[in-house]
């Protein structure tokens, strides 16, 4: 399965487009249940090259979905960012961005940073 047929797979009104330092990005809202949804997106990442890789990691920190329920079961952002990064190994190289991202969400929410 590749990107544009992951994406492809969506009807109009589940995918968004947008545009982002000048290229075109998919950011796909998946409704599906959460275990569900999880599988699908573990194929696509397991799917990617180097090239689309590249094009899609940068959409996944920006999309980050946040839930209290989930935030709650982690002590910090630090151990909810490296939670993250364990269902998504390619996510280590954004590290920082996503922790960064957690700590804005968790403080925004009163929960401790």
């Known amino acids: 399965m590749n990107l544009m047929s992951f994406a492809g797979a969506f009807s109009p009104v589940a995918r968004n487009e947008f545009f982002a330092k000048g290229?075109?990005?998919?950011?796909?809202?998946?409704?599906?249940?959460?275990?569900?949804?999880?599988?699908?997106?573990?194929?696509?990442?397991d799917s990617l090259t180097e090239e689309t890789w590249l094009e899609v990691a940068p959409v996944e920190v920006m999309q980050l979905q946040f839930s209290q329920k989930r935030a709650k079961k982690f002590q910090d952002a630090e151990e909810q960012a490296d939670a993250y990064i364990k269902r998504r190994p390619k996510m280590i190289e954004y590290r920082e961005l996503i922790l960064q991202r957690m700590k804005e969400y968790r403080q925004k929410n009163g929960l401790m940073v």
């Open 23 to 45: 290229k075109k990005y998919f950011a796909i809202q998946i409704f599906l249940p959460e275990k569900k949804r999880d599988k699908m997106l573990n194929e696509l990442w």
